[in-house]
């Protein structure tokens, strides 16, 4: 997959324009025309963004915004192992099914190129949003599809609505500080944890 201006005609379409998503979006309208998919609002969408609020498990939808797309970012699975243990249907459903139904209707429409971003909890210890992450590339490669599988660290950094983002330890120790909270250590303290800026992520995802 490549991003060049070259392309300007050509689509991109984000699936889950979440806390990655927003920050990402704003690198690709200059070059792309960019369609946004997702369940939540989306505040401050630049104003040459089409922007459809529905579920990635809207088949209609998504097939509406498959059929006009050159790329897929898919960006589905926020909130990490907290919100797959508190939501699992939902989780099975957007992890697994939604992917499913994205792989077909990309090798449909023949869309040129898929990204999957997914995450380093796919190596051990396995937790339920690792295994989850693992079974969506595993749709992603069997798919046939061209495609690139990011597997992300643990991401921090405000984003482009935040000035202090809550995503993650770090956010929620700046916000616990600032607010006057007490500070939450689960275990001994002294485990080590990958980090990655968000703008280094979206940056990487535009260079490919």
């Given at each position: ?5 070259k392309n300007k005609k050509k689509t991109v ?191 990487a995802i535009k260079l490919l």
């Open positions: 997959m490549t991003f060049h201006k379409l984000v699936i889950g324009p979440g806390y990655l998503g927003r920050d990402l979006i704003p690198l690709l309208v200059s070059d792309y025309r960019v369609i946004a998919l997702g369940r939540s609002p989306y505040p401050h969408k630049p104003t040459d963004v089409t922007f459809y609020r529905a579920d990635a498990r809207n088949s209609k939808v998504l097939e509406s915004c498959i059929k006009q797309s050159h790329i897929i970012i898919n960006l589905l699975g926020g909130g990490g192992n907290q919100e797959v243990l508190a939501h699992p249907n939902w989780a099975i459903e957007t992890y697994v099914l939604a992917s499913q139904e994205i792989c077909r209707l990309a090798k449909k429409y023949r869309v040129k190129h898929i990204l999957l971003s997914s995450s380093i909890a796919v190596h051990g210890p396995r937790i339920p949003y690792g295994f989850l992450k693992l079974i969506q590339e595993h749709i992603l490669v069997k798919s046939s599809m061209p495609y690139t599988i990011m597997r992300f660290s643990n991401i921090f950094g405000a984003d482009a609505k935040h000035l202090i983002s809550e995503k993650g330890l770090l956010g929620q120790f700046i916000s616990s500080a600032v607010g006057g909270r007490i500070l939450k250590i689960h275990g001994n303290g002294n485990q080590k944890v990958d980090y990655l800026h968000l703008s280094d992520a979206t940056a």
